[in-house]
């Protein structure tokens, strides 16, 4: 699109396309999800702001899936596979890719979930919050379940914690089970590992691989999304 009489501004789609020539799938797979979500990085890097979305993963898969012959076009839909519309922060994007990501790339193969959505107050769930409605973060909505990523700073205030416990409350209430992940446990490998098998078992998915080969996997995707995250 010309937007002056010197200069062009292509769309978002075929940004991602040309980084996917290249970037490394980790961090391509940040940007999927920071273009499809409610956040941008700030410049440097250092935080994020709450930004509206600049395109949908429906949009990517299909102008990626348009330019099939375009160098990177088979990274970028790699990256596109594990993407969601709707995450809220860098941190909820890394927890889908560390549980959803195909095993063969050093995740748990878990099946995607839907991120913010929002779920209304209902029945006895009225009993146990104010609230008319909750946003859950990473919801499987299958299993009625919710994961949700605590931020450090809220949540361990007084206020944070009673607002927790009732919405954990009014949740369970109305029969949801709600599996709570923290900044400590996304960032230690032994840790995450019990917490990720906690949400499989919820989800009736069996963890199968035990093999010293995809423990070096998941070490890469690890350290992968931890290069990208200084990347992007």
Not at 5 to 18: D, K, M, N, R, T
Not at 26 to 48: K, M, N, Q, V
Not at 181 to 195: G, P, R, Y
Request: charged share 20%; hydrophobic share 45%.
């Amino acid at each position: 699109m010309r937007i002056d009489c010197g200069a062009l501004v292509v769309s978002p789609e075929a940004v991602f396309l040309h980084l996917a020539g290249f970037l490394h799938f980790e961090a391509l797979a940040l940007i999927a999800f920071e273009l499809c979500g409610t956040y941008s990085l700030t410049p440097d890097g250092s935080g994020f702001m709450p930004a509206e979305p600049i395109t949908s993963v429906a949009s990517l898969s299909a102008f990626v899936s348009s330019a099939s012959s375009f160098p990177g076009s088979a990274r970028a839909r790699k990256a596109i596979r594990f993407a969601l519309d709707n995450s809220a922060s860098p941190a909820e994007s890394r927890l889908v890719l560390l549980l959803c990501a195909k095993q063969t790339l050093g995740g748990y193969g878990l099946p995607l979930p839907k991120m913010n959505r929002r779920v209304n107050v209902v029945g006895e769930g009225r009993k146990c919050a104010a609230h008319k409605y909750y946003v859950l973060d990473l919801f499987w909505e299958n299993a009625r379940l919710d994961v949700e990523y605590d931020s450090d700073a809220f949540h361990a205030s007084a206020g944070g914690i009673a607002s927790d416990a009732e919405r954990r409350n009014a949740l369970a209430a109305m029969g949801y089970r709600v599996v709570t992940v923290t900044n400590t446990q996304i960032s230690s490998a032994d840790a995450f590992d019990d917490v990720a098998r906690v949400i499989a078992h919820a989800l009736g998915f069996r963890i199968r691989h035990t093999s010293k080969a995809w423990s070096q996997r998941r070490f890469a995707l690890r350290c992968g999304l931890g290069a990208a995250q200084r990347v992007v």
